[in-house]
């Protein structure tokens, strides 16, 4: 039997459980990119719809891929606010990961279609936390794992 262990999907904004979907499906997966879609009918991203608003629960389901090193979001909604963006998303990142010990890379595209997204990539480290390895202005294409 095949293991999969790299996976890039596309998820609709009504997937609330897409991780524990893919974990029964992948549960070796070290390497996930999840691009969240805008909603068919309107083409707007409401925010309350993202599975990762309630960050704890994401974070049970991050957890369950034992495997998992390299995490990457996609997704055309914002995951923090403006104003001290970058400790938001530390802070932000470390609830998700705070049950997961081996994912060491997490890649955030938020804001992905407007022309002011967000594009980093935080690394882990036992003495350091999460800390951005790059922040980057992102490409007209999407061509990242």
Known sequence: MATITTLHIDFDPDHHDILRQL?????????????????????QFIRHQCPWNNAFAWSIDLSCFTYLHHFLLHTPATLVDDADGEGKEKDLLAVWTMKSARLDYITLWYLADLAGGTLKLWRCSFSHGWTVLVHADPPSWDQFL
């Open 23 to 43: 974990h029964a499906v992948a549960p070796e997966l070290t390497a996930l990119k999840l691009i969240k879609k805008q909603c068919p009918t309107s083409g």
